[in-house]
């Protein structure tokens, strides 16, 4: 078997002529009745060619406000406020709206979250891919149709001759979802942006669609911005990830960096909260971000997420931490990366504010005897305690 | 006790039925070993009371016009016939145990969060004081904090109240992490029970297999073996013959299934699987592809 892991390293460390998607402290405002609302950040971000960058974040942190902002398709109110969005080096927020719909459906195009409502459901689905390559690459109705069907076969639709006639309402949302991305590689674009594209999805269907989209990366070789809150997904199919917290940029690296390391006390939270699939509720108590996301205008002093983090200091109230690299390529915002990264299980850290222990990972005592049970059988010895494991039964 | 399955398997037709909101057409549903009737307006006031349900969807299970605290404490008025003095401290007892704060009882659902309103409708539904509480996807349409801290409360109040659960859900982790037994539902029927550590570990029947190689992990080590189904589920007017699931099956062995109903195999300590295929060679051949934990 060749080395998967090595090939994807090659892959995300291009020289920066490479470079897709290049974001430069780039800032979205919304003008709404209270005044300016500042909902994206200076976030910078680069995105290489085969590259699925995850974004990751609790609802309201501005994933998709960003991703609106890349391709300028923000609403009424809603406009970049600094910073620079390029696109194969060339600068998009300078481009004519005229010159903007040239860009649209050829070199950047968007797969949503709702397939059902992001195809129309009056025009037979193949008609609407045929449509895109009509448009774009102008190509004749019948060559335009042979390339619709062909996109169908890409995304491994079972008779894609039959799919091409049939309307939204009669394929199931998987199927639907791989006509969006059909749809959406048409043109061959340069950048694919996809906006939670399996959260409406069963998991093996998802199973699927993220298998699809791994394989057909290798063959379009497009960058992929790839909007989730779903930490598992970026896990199996992301190359980079970035955490998004209130309009910042909290965490970026490569996947391994920002899963083993976790470099950020958000990104440890969101990583904690999600239950596994080894573990019960006897094992370990899940530990929740406590608190909420603040609104952009009421954003605390210090660091943005010191008043929900548990391993704050004096001085992340008064100061706001911007992005460092820990290591190469990975950037944490947080004033106390360097003791997170040597207590890689928090067991140790003591919290300013309480003065307890930080509850992240904390392995309970059910644990540390099985752990020991297991030994005791590897060494052919009868366990020192029985089956009855939980303290809380009174057994 | 938690039940997974693609959506269209029928958990929540399942659900509704046990609740009395859709009326069985066979069978027998028991409580504490006295038989419910089928209907809801068939039940006593004492039966109603020892099942409650909260819904996937809070924005719909909730009255936008009604107080949070009138939510709240219709079930003590109506079930509980608590008298109307003690009424407000009631309420307000309930809204400390799911970690509100007691004005929100004055607030109405669109003035809460998603995870804030869940809490409600949990609430609500421990009003009635129940025997058995009826959870139907209560976590999936909420962020992963949230989700966090609303199963360590189903967890806390669960222990200090002594309630069954009937958990639903397609988030395989969040039913591994609350049950402690599990069933596999596909089409409308169970193909494997048992305690939530044995359905978990090979053998297992190949649906459960499939849907645990699909679950995305979020630790880049975790190696998963790549099990995928075919297709999406058959309807339910056209079920097929012998095995259900032998049209996606990737461990199909041959016209045994689909001619004749598998038989239900015990596996030990309870953990049953409904399939063709021998216990034994299940676990042979799913031996390497068991999930190993990363950390």
């Not at chain 1, 005044?35 to 200076?42: A, E, K, Q, S």
């Not at chain 1, 063959?219 to 790839?226: D, G, H, K, Q, S």
């Not at chain 2, 409580?31 to 039940?43: S, V």
């Not at chain 2, 995928?228 to 007017?237: D, E, H, I, Y």
């Amino acid at each position: 078997m060749f080395n998967l892991n090595g090939l994807t390293k090659e892959i995300t460390a291009p020289s920066s002529a490479e470079f897709i998607l290049e974001l430069q402290n780039l800032s979205v405002t919304y003008d709404t009745e209270k005044g300016p609302l500042d909902t994206v950040r200076n976030v910078s971000m680069k995105i290489a060619a085969g590259e699925i960058y995850g974004l990751v974040g609790e609802s309201g942190s501005g994933k998709t406000t960003l991703a609106r902002a890349v391709v300028r398709y923000l609403p009424a109110n809603g406009r970049i406020s600094g910073g620079v969005v390029r696109l194969c080096g060339s600068d998009l927020s300078k481009l004519s709206p005229s010159e903007m719909r040239k860009i649209w459906g050829a070199r950047i195009t968007m797969v949503h979250q709702d397939p059902a409502a992001a195809i129309n459901p009056s025009i037979p689905v193949g008609e609407q891919i045929a449509e895109i390559a009509r448009a774009h690459l102008h190509l004749s109705r019948v060559k335009a149709r042979a390339k619709a069907v062909e996109m169908l076969a890409k995304v491994r639709m079972p008779d894609p001759e039959a799919v091409f006639k049939r309307y939204a309402h009669q394929l199931s949302g998987g199927m639907l979802q791989r006509v969006l991305i059909a749809t959406a590689l048409t043109t061959n674009p340069q950048l694919l942006i996809m906006d939670e594209p399996t959260t409406a999805l069963d998991v093996t269907t998802e199973a699927v669609i993220l298998d699809l989209i791994r394989e057909l990366l290798n063959e379009y070789n497009t960058a992929i911005l790839y909007i989730t809150h779903n930490l598992g997904v970026v896990a199996r199919i992301c190359d980079r990830v970035g955490v998004m917290y209130s309009g910042e940029l909290m965490e970026e690296g490569e996947i391994k960096q920002v899963f083993k390391k976790r470099l950020h006390p958000y990104t440890r939270g969101l990583l904690d909260c999600v239950p596994r699939i080894n573990a019960s509720k006897k094992d370990i108590s899940l530990s929740s971000i406590p608190g909420y996301i603040p609104r952009p205008d009421q954003l605390p002093q210090g660091c943005i997420f010191e008043p929900r983090c548990i391993f704050s200091a004096e001085e992340c109230r008064t100061k706001r931490p911007t992005l460092v690299e820990a290591a190469s390529g990975h950037l944490t915002a947080c004033l106390r990366w360097k003791e997170l990264d040597q207590n890689r299980n928090a067991l140790t850290i003591l919290s300013a504010r309480t003065g307890k222990k930080s509850i992240s990972n904390r392995a309970p005592w059910c644990w540390r005897q099985r752990i020991l049970r297991n030994i005791f059988r590897r060494h052919g010895a009868s366990p020192p305690y029985g089956n009855a494991a939980h303290p809380k039964s009174g057994l | 006790m938690g039940i997974v399955g693609e959506s269209g398997c029928g958990k929540t037709t399942f659900a509704r039925c046990i609740a009395g909101l859709e009326e069985a057409n066979d069978g027998v549903i028991e409580l504490e070993g006295q038989k419910l009737p089928y209907a809801i307006g068939k039940r006593s006031p004492a039966l109603l009371k020892k099942i409650q349900m909260v819904f996937q969807n809070p924005d719909a299970s909730l009255n936008p016009q009604h107080p949070a605290g009138e939510s709240v404490g219709r079930p003590l008025v109506l079930l509980q016939k608590v008298p109307k003095a003690e009424l407000h401290q009631k309420v307000r007892e309930l809204f400390k145990a799911v970690n509100l704060p007691e004005d929100y009882m004055y607030r109405l659902p669109q003035e809460l969060s998603g995870g804030e309103k869940q809490r409600v409708a949990i609430a609500r539904a421990f009003a009635a004081d129940p025997t058995l509480m009826i959870c139907d996807e209560p976590i999936s349409s909420l962020d992963v904090s949230v989700q966090a801290s609303l199963m360590n409360l189903l967890v806390k109040l669960q222990e200090s109240k002594g309630t069954s659960y009937l958990f639903i859900s397609h988030d395989l982790a969040a039913v591994r992490h609350l049950s402690d037994w599990i069933a596999v539902v596909y089409l409308g029927r169970i193909w494997e029970v048992g305690s939530a550590e044995d359905v978990f570990v090979p053998p297992y029947h190949p649906y459960t297999e499939a849907l645990l190689s699909a679950i995305p992990i979020p630790d880049p080590d975790v190696h998963q073996e790549r099990i995928r189904l075919k297709g999406s589920v058959p309807s339910a007017v056209n079920i097929p013959p012998g095995c259900r699931f032998h049209t996606r099956c990737p461990r199909k062995i041959g016209e045994i299934c689909e001619q004749q109903e598998p038989p239900w195999q015990d596996v030990g300590n309870d953990h049953r699987i409904c399939c063709h295929i021998p216990v034994e060679e299940l676990k042979a051949l799913q031996k390497a592809g068991s999930i190993q934990p990363g950390r």
